[in-house]
């Protein structure tokens, strides 16, 4: 702790992430060259289940998409 802390503007707590909404707190599957690419242009992939998203850097922060989990048990692949 240092008194600097006060003066210090500090970022407003993590909150929820403005890019597509909740589905962005789950870890869906993908293509891995599909997301490979969406870490270098940020541009949403398409999941397993269907949802359009940007895949975040650190997946295993989040728990699996349900709904993934279950078509990928299924046997369902990404085309
Ligand atoms: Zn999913």
């Known amino acids: 702790m240092t008194q600097t802390e006060t003066l210090t503007p500090t970022q407003a707590p993590e909150r929820e992430r403005t890019d597509e909404g909740d589905h962005d707190r789950f870890a869906h599957y993908a293509k891995k060259d599909a997301i490979a690419r969406a870490y270098v242009t940020g541009e949403p992939i398409v999941a ?31 085309r």
């Open 48 to 78: 397993l289940c269907g949802k359009k998203w940007v895949p975040s850097r650190d997946p295993s922060r989040y728990p699996l998409c349900p709904t993934c989990k279950e078509l990928k048990e299924a046997g369902w692949t990404i």
